[in-house]
């Protein structure tokens, strides 16, 4: 198995248990369940830089990727900077995630959420809501897009926005209605290597009506230049700022040098 049919295969596991420990019904009558989400949408498209910058302590890839900062200090720090939306890995085994960790940033920041996880179950999306999400994360490259027009259609009826994660030309054929974004991933999920040029290659192929936004290996602010000249109007950026001993002050500096930059 690669990677990600790993990941696959402890989430399906993962899934069965919290079903059981968490039924959907407690999931509905959570405190955060009903709340108004934020629009991560209207967030980029009146920021300057579209910055969504994750909390991410661990990769397949990396291994430990920074241990020793609190998400709340983190997340703090990156609506501080300035950040379009936060991103939060939610998956345990793989990444270190804690669904805590959104419930945390939830009563921390006033910004959209995003959560990162990889969502194969319809469970997961009212899971999601429960924990103040605002926007979840659908990746082609393990769903059907019959699978992708059922959970995007669910979490619409609850009020989450949706990123779809693409990395080739054969999943943009996966690319469905109530869909709002459209995310490149320029790392392959199967084996984590990363190659900077799978965004400029695929963005004239997606369809014009969705924002774009590129994902992984963002470490330079010329990246991003290149990327918006392009087109592109988000940028998920999570290894480069929690490489660092202070991640949100890393941002902050990233942000304002991009911010001179563009103007």
């Not at 690669?2 to 039924?23: G, M, R, W």
């Not at 209207?42 to 910055?51: L, V």
């Not at 990727?65 to 085994?93: C, M, P, Q, R, W």
């Not at 040029?197 to 997606?206: A, E, R, T, Y």
């Amino acid at each position: 198995m690669n990677i990600l049919e790993k990941i696959v295969f402890i989430k399906q596991k993962e899934i069965y248990s919290n079903k059981i420990a968490h039924p959907i019904k407690k999931l509905e009558n959570s405190s955060l369940f009903e709340r108004k989400t934020l629009s991560l949408v209207k967030n980029i498209k009146k920021s300057h830089t579209g910055i969504i910058a994750e909390f991410k302590c661990k990769s397949p890839s990396k291994g430990i990727i920074n241990n020793t900062v609190s998400v709340e200090k983190v997340v703090k720090d990156y609506e501080s900077a300035g950040v379009s939306g936060v991103s939060i890995l939610t998956d345990k085994h793989f990444f270190s995630g804690l669904n805590e960790n959104l419930e945390k940033s939830r009563s921390i920041v006033s910004i959209p959420i995003l959560r990162k996880d990889f969502i194969i179950d319809e469970y997961q999306i009212i899971e999601s809501k429960s924990m103040g999400a605002d926007v979840i994360l659908l990746i082609a490259g393990i769903l059907s897009k019959n699978q992708i027009k059922n959970f995007s259609k669910m979490a619409k009826s609850i009020d989450l926005e949706v990123i779809i994660e693409i990395h080739n030309e054969f999943e943009i054929d996966k690319i469905t209605e109530n869909l709002d974004i459209v995310g490149v991933n320029n790392r392959n999920l199967q084996t984590f290597t990363v190659n900077h040029n799978n965004c400029l290659n695929l963005f004239s192929k997606i369809p014009n009506n969705y924002i774009k936004i590129a994902e992984s290996g963002i470490n330079d602010i010329n990246i991003i230049l290149k990327l918006r000249k392009q087109g592109f109007k988000g940028f998920l950026i999570g290894e480069y700022f929690m490489k660092k001993k202070d991640p949100g002050k890393t941002c902050k500096y990233f942000i304002d040098s991009l911010l001179r930059k563009i103007e």
